[in-house]
């Protein structure tokens, strides 16, 4: 059988390259396609370093060139790797979006998603149009939070546009790189890939009109902080922390980080979760297991709000097991809890816009007003 290039790079138009929206030749990867006999040489252009991509598209070729045209067909693959540059989608806010707020936390195990999913709810019972942003890349929770496990986004066309339409949960708009992972694969990519999935999730979602943007970061402070840091304008941040030393130890890094000269996004204040625990059976009793008002005295210690205390109650745990997050039982003690942290945040971030010019984007590569709220 004669090799015909129009004819294998029509077939290339069935690949997609992991990470790609598009097909290798709509999105432009392949730039040339060669045949000499029975030779077929492909120059294939990748965006991420990351090895087991390129080998994956590399052995997608040879096995449709060999299936579909010859089976002896001596396929040579040049894949070469272009980081684009970014200053292009870095330091665009998003049309639509007043308030990007960014909850995080200096280590894991805080509860951060989980205040993040109550914040959300809230603020959507008080009249906000509401998203989250799923930005812990490597530990995804959002989808099990608002029990949207097996939902996966579609596609839709704005503006001439191809666009991923995030999925709605308690009037909340949800995008999350556990959509597109099977609950048990783990996600191994280095920083350049993950930042790439964020941008898309971040630029590449109809998020539309929204009030707020809960953008729930990993613990810590490290490479996706920054990216995040690089592509958004954020308005402020909030941080959770226990009462406990070590969570405080690293809580005080994170405010810093923050609070930094070259990353300055303000610091709407400290949540303090499971702050004390009160036993159904003693409902007047409270036992402060983790220390007692940890967080309330670093945040007058670093001179930022302290926005309340969330009791370690077991019906919170349940709630976001099963997907519902806790403070949508009307009447409940958690309700009253995340409705008062929730309006503490609407008013800080009132003032932040009142009195702050917006953040700017960070410029760094290495680590070192508001119309739509009301009062």
Request: hydrophobic residues 40%; contains cysteine.
């Amino acid at each position: 059988m004669k090799l015909d290039r129009k004819q294998i790079l029509a077939a290339l138009e069935t690949i997609t390259i992991a990470g790609e929206g598009k097909n290798m030749v709509e999105s432009g990867a392949v730039k040339n396609v060669l045949t000499f006999g029975n030779e077929v040489v492909v120059d294939l252009i990748v965006t991420t370093p990351a090895m087991h991509i390129k080998k994956r598209a590399e052995d997608d070729i040879k096995k449709l060139i060999h299936e579909k045209f010859s089976p002896d067909a001596d396929v040579k693959v040049n894949i070469k790797v272009e980081v684009p540059d970014n200053n292009e989608v870095k330091g665009k806010s998003i049309p639509g979006i007043s308030n990007i707020i960014a909850v995080a936390s200096g280590k894991g195990g805080v509860g951060k998603s989980t205040v993040t999913a109550n914040l959300a709810v809230t603020l959507a019972k008080m009249g906000f149009k509401v998203g989250v942003l799923d930005a812990d890349i490597y530990g995804p929770s959002m989808p099990i939070m608002f029990d949207v496990e097996n939902e996966k986004p579609i596609s839709v066309e704005v503006d001439g546009k191809s666009k991923m339409k995030p999925i709605e949960s308690y009037e909340i708009k949800i995008l999350s790189i556990g959509f597109f992972t099977s609950p048990s694969q783990a996600v191994i990519w280095r920083g350049p890939m993950a930042a790439k999935a964020l941008n898309q999730m971040i630029f590449d979602a109809d998020w539309g009109q929204l009030d707020f943007l809960l953008l729930d970061l990993p613990p810590g402070t490290g490479d996706i902080h920054l990216s995040i840091m690089q592509s958004l304008p954020i308005t402020g941040a909030v941080i959770v922390s226990t009462p406990q030393a070590v969570a405080l130890a690293d809580t005080k890094k994170g405010v810093s980080m923050f609070m930094s000269d070259s990353i300055n996004v303000p610091v709407l204040g400290i949540v303090e979760n499971m702050a004390y625990f009160t036993p159904e059976e003693l409902p007047n009793n409270k036992y402060y297991i983790f220390g007692k008002e940890g967080a309330k005295s670093l945040a007058e210690d670093l001179q930022v709000p302290f926005l309340g205390e969330v009791p370690l109650v077991q019906s919170i745990r349940e709630a976001g097991d099963y997907g519902r997050p806790a403070a949508l039982q009307t009447g409940s003690i958690i309700e009253t809890v995340f409705e008062d942290i929730t309006r503490k945040i609407v008013e800080e971030t009132v003032k932040r816009n009142d009195n702050l010019p917006p953040t700017e984007i960070v410029k760094i590569t290495t680590m070192a007003g508001c119309s739509a709220v009301k009062k």
